[in-house]
T-cell receptor, first 113, second 111 residues
C-alpha cells in the first residue's frame, strides 16, 4: 500500500528538549516536504526536498532542521523546541510538478510545554 | 508574493445538492492546480488536479473548472453526501517548486 508514515503520532515534550519526527514514504517519490497546520493559519510549509541531499526552506523554517540522506526518509528535527512550535505537523511526498498531487502522512500532534 | 485564496471559509449545503467551492490565485504563470480534502483528524487527501492547458476536468462526482483569464478555479461536488463534509484546499506550485495552499473552505452537509 502506497503511504507516508510519521512517528510519533502524538508527542508532549518540554521546552528545549531536542526531538525528531520521522517520515518515510514507499512510493519512490523524489519530492518530500513538511508542513505545520495551525488554526486560522492553514497549512504552512516548513522545509521541502526535491531529491536526496537537496533541501530548501519553506515559509516557516525557523527553529527546524531537516535532512534527506535517503530518498524514502525525511526527518524533521527540533533542536530546541519552544511552545510556539506546538502544532499539527504533516509530512508529504510527491512527484512534484510531474503531477499526481502530494501524499500526506497522518500527522503528528506536538505539544511543547 | 504568490497567493492562493478561497472565497468562503465555510459552506453549508443540503445533502443531495451540488456544492461549489471557489479559489483564486495570483500568479498568471501557475500551470498546475490541485484540490485536497481534509477530514477531521486526518491529513489532506488528493482529490483532483488540473493543468493550465485544460479548462475542465472531471472525476467521480467532482469537477474542477479553471478560468485562466480571471485566475479562478472551482471544485464542484455533485450530489453532496455527508461523507463529503471536510475542509477543502486548493493549491498550486510556484516556480521554485513549493506548493502553496489556500486557507481552506469547510464544507458542512446537512442531512
Amino acid at each position: 500500500e502506497a503511504q507516508v508514515t510519521q512517528n510519533p503520532r502524538y508527542l508532549i515534550t518540554v521546552t528545549g528538549k531536542k526531538l525528531t519526527v520521522t517520515c518515510s514514504q514507499n512510493m519512490n517519490h523524489e519530492y518530500m516536504s513538511w508542513y505545520r497546520q495551525d488554526p486560522g493559519l492553514g497549512l504552512r510549509q516548513i522545509y521541502y526536498s526535491m531529491n536526496v541531499e537537496v533541501t530548501d526552506k519553506g515559509d516557516v523554517p525557523e527553529g527546524y532542521k531537516v535532512s534527506r540522506k535517503e530518498k524514502r526518509n525525511f526527518p524533521l528535527i527540533l533542536e530546541s523546541p519552544s511552545p510556539n512550535q506546538t502544532s499539527l505537523y504533516f509530512c508529504a511526498s510527491s512527484l512534484g510538478l510531474a503531477g499526481g498531487g502530494e501524499f500526506f502522512g497522518p500527522g503528528t500532534r506536538l505539544t511543547v510545554l | 508574493g504568490e497567493s492562493v485564496g478561497l472565497h468562503l471559509p465555510t459552506l453549508s449545503v443540503q445533502e443531495g445538492d451540488n456544492s461549489i467551492i471557489n479559489c483564486a490565485y495570483s500568479n498568471s504563470a501557475s500551470d498546475y492546480f490541485i484540490w485536497y480534502k481534509q477530514e477531521s483528524g486526518k491529513g489532506p487527501q488528493f482529490i483532483i488536479d488540473i493543468r493550465s492547458n485544460m479548462d475542465k476536468r472531471q472525476g467521480q462526482r467532482v469537477t474542477v473548472l479553471l478560468n485562466k483569464t480571471v485566475k479562478h478555479l472551482s471544485l464542484q461536488i455533485a450530489a453532496t453526501q455527508p461523507g463529503d463534509s471536510a475542509v477543502y484546499f486548493c493549491a498550486t506550485y510556484n516556480q521554485g517548486g513549493k506548493l502553496i495552499f489556500g486557507q481552506g473552505t469547510e464544507l458542512s452537509v446537512k442531512p
